[in-house]
């Protein structure tokens, strides 16, 4: 089943000193990295969701921005599911830099139809590489319109409401899912810590 990708590289970077969507992995920003991630595995739309004034033009992407602003990622995920053309969104963050095309294959394999998933890592919600259904839109919707902004509770309501499932991964796959917010995330290769 064809599926749309969004890659949020909208924050502010503010921990980090600077945009996380233009460090570089050898020749490669982030961004280039994780859109060069979701096209191998099969997206067929390509988003970013991104910030005024910022320039996303080395990627082959249609840009959105935040419908509401200042609200963290669950509002770049409202804007994917607002702007998507298939009927599943696969959601990753530019600061996820060890995420491979292999794994977002298998997370997407582990449902059919338009039901999403979203991985759980030692028990730890995993929200921002996740794959959501169009119908998952509503759902962020009222919780931006509440202020309730957390992404990990907007993927368990997704799940409690039976729109998505919980994709189980052990403690030794923690390194893939590594989250890099600070200068000192960059001092460990990627995927070694």
Not at 153 to 174: H, I, P, W
Request: aromatic residues 8%.
């Amino acid at each position: 089943m064809n599926f749309s990708a969004l890659i949020l590289a909208g924050g502010h970077s503010s921990c980090m000193g600077r945009d996380k969507a233009f460090l570089r992995d050898g020749k490669k920003t982030w961004l280039e990295r994780q859109t060069d991630v979701v096209r191998e595995a099969g997206a067929a739309e390509v988003l970013v969701s991104g910030r005024r004034g910022a320039d996303y033009s080395s990627v082959r992407a249609r840009v959105l921005y935040d419908q509401f602003p200042n609200s963290g990622p669950l509002a770049g995920i409202h804007a994917g599911l607002s702007a998507m053309v298939y009927p599943r969104l696969l959601v990753l963050a530019v600061d996820l830099p060890a995420i491979n095309s292999s794994l977002v294959s298998r997370l997407g394999s582990e449902v059919f139809g338009p039901m999403g998933v979203v991985p759980k890592v030692a028990g730890q919600i995993q929200p921002l590489i996740a794959f959501y259904p169009r119908a998952a839109r509503d759902i962020a919707a009222g919780r931006l319109a509440r202020g309730r902004l957390n992404a990990r509770d907007f993927a368990e309501t997704c799940v409690n409401s039976g729109l998505a499932v919980f994709k189980e991964f052990s403690a030794t796959a923690q390194p893939l899912f590594r989250n890099c917010n600070e200068p000192s995330d960059l001092l460990c290769p990627i995927g070694s810590c």
